[in-house]
């Protein structure tokens, strides 16, 4: 195969828990993710020996620190493989959000290679490759509904979700995940979210049972730093939203709608009041990206 082009799908959090950490610095987590529409495409190319990125927009680093950059050399480092890949980015899953943009861009990236090379690869021997680049990217290149350990590499899939509809909102600030988790790390116990409960619910796929127990431990401590948060929770929740969470470190915050008509008028009014730069309404996906 010379050429491919592959969506790269990205994740919220139905729960965020931090249960521990590590001497080496790393945190331990449970957490639920969850695929959603929003999605990146990315279309490769064989070249020679080269590795050339290019993308809409010059927001993102386009050279070796670019986690594209770096699934094509680990790809070429552990098996063997002499030639590169020119990418073109066509961005659309917000960046630095807490919905792993870059971490499902070099998942994307992975199956590529593995699709351009005829490598023959499972998932299962991409997510070994992933983890050496994330811990969100064995996660993106399974997808779907899955409890996530460990330090978010140690996965176990579950039923899919019951249909919804979703409007998730960026707002324009910056959030540093590390100092996010350094500032959780110096706080008093928190609130931890009910993973065990919202397992429970998924397994029944009772919808009012999973947004009742939406939780993320690190969302307190990134609304200090970013107040935006909470005012777009409640009005997502004023809007007729079933519930509504942040996800990962943030700052993105997204609403569970039963009603499409809701979910866009709610959209409307947040565009309005300027409470975020980035907003969208979409749905939740089963593996592959299928919704």
Not at 15 to 32: A, E, F, K, S
Not at 161 to 187: C, G, H, I, N
């Amino acid at each position: 195969m010379e050429r491919c082009v592959k969506e790269a799908y990205a994740k919220i959090n139905l729960c965020l828990d931090v249960t521990g950490r590590l001497p080496n610095g790393y945190h331990q987590v449970r957490m639920i993710m969850q695929t959603v529409g929003i999605h990146d495409t990315l279309s490769f190319e064989r070249t020679e020996g080269e590795i050339r990125i290019t993308a809409d927009g010059g927001e993102l680093p386009l050279g070796p620190d670019n986690l594209i950059y770096k699934a094509i050399q680990l790809m070429r480092e552990a098996y063997g493989i002499k030639e590169g890949a020119k990418v073109h980015l066509e961005k659309r899953i917000p960046i630095a959000a807490g919905m792993a943009g870059g971490s499902t861009d070099a998942a994307c990236t992975l199956k590529a290679m593995n699709a351009l090379y005829d490598l023959g690869l499972s998932d299962e021997s991409l997510m070994e490759v992933g983890v050496r680049i994330g811990a969100d990217v064995p996660y993106c290149i399974m997808g779907g509904t899955a409890l996530a350990e460990g330090i978010g590499e140690k996965l176990t899939r579950l039923p899919d979700v019951p249909e919804a509809v979703l409007l998730v909102a960026k707002p324009e600030a910056f959030v540093s995940t590390k100092e996010v988790y350094q500032r959780l790390d110096s706080m008093q116990e928190g609130i931890h979210p009910d993973v065990d409960g919202m397992l429970a619910a998924l397994q029944m796929r009772d919808l009012a049972g999973i947004v009742s127990r939406l939780g993320n431990v690190l969302e307190p401590v990134t609304v200090g730093m970013v107040p935006v948060i909470e005012t777009l929770k409640q009005k997502m929740l004023e809007g007729g939203a079933l519930g509504s969470l942040m996800s990962g470190s943030g700052p993105t915050v997204f609403g569970i709608f039963e009603d499409r008509a809701r979910a866009e008028q709610v959209k409307s009014w947040i565009e309005r009041e300027a409470l975020a730069k980035q907003i969208f309404v979409t749905r939740w996906g089963g593996r592959e990206g299928s919704f």
